[in-house]
């Protein structure tokens, strides 16, 4: 039995679970959320708790059990704290700022890279050189937040670029002069 798969997700209060054959909704105070269920795995709500259970021990369903007890964990912390992704953006006159519904950087391009807010997802940009990422669904966050970090990803010779906040960037020697 999958160890993660068995845990039984609890419901906190605010948060509505509806689940209809492969449909699982949830809805709460920040938005609301579906997904369907891959394979032969089901949930079912007990007690105040989602419950996933697998029919069997083949391979596909061992390895959808957890995953889909993961994702409705993560819909259900979602839609109560949301997720959030910070971004530093590093570099001599590399700057971030947020025009209406637009995120506006400065890169070292000829151009500024300019790129819409997604729905469900809002950017906050508190300082020049600081970017934050938040939303309801983990999977928009995180790939949107991989779509801003690919505009500019860090280079390993002088560390300049976009890089998540906690990121360590293996730094390069330079060229060796002549000796």
């Known amino acids: 039995m999958s ?3 068995k845990k039984a997700i609890s419901i906190p209060a605010g948060v509505e ?3 209809d054959g492969k449909s699982v909704t949830v809805k709460g105070a920040k938005a609301t959320l579906s997904h369907e269920i891959a394979g032969a795995i089901e949930a079912k709500i007990e007690n105040n ?14 390895a959808l059990h ?11 912390e979602g839609v109560t704290n949301g997720f959030k992704k910070e971004l530093d953006v590093q570099g001599v006159g590399y700057r971030v700022a947020k025009q209406g519904k637009q995120l506006v950087m400065n890169l070292g391009y000829s151009h500024q890279v300019i790129m819409d807010e997604p729905e469900g997802i809002t950017i906050e940009v508190p300082g020049p050189n600081t970017i934050v990422i938040s939303g309801a669904d983990k999977q928009a966050v995180g790939q ?3 779509e801003v970090r690919k505009q500019r990803p860090p280079e390993p010779y002088k560390g300049k670029g976009i890089r998540y906040v906690n990121e360590v960037v293996r730094r390069k020697e330079g060229k060796a002069g002549k000796a």
Do not use: Q
Request: aromatic share 2%; charged share 25%; hydrophobic share 45%.
């Open 144 to 146: 949107f937040a991989a």
């Open 66 to 76: 957890g995953l889909t007890r993961t994702l409705i964990a993560n819909m259900i």
């Open 17 to 19: 679970v509806k689940i």
């Open 3 to 5: 160890r993660i798969g």
């Open 49 to 62: 708790e989602v419950i996933v259970t697998r029919p069997n021990d083949a391979k596909e369903n061992r």
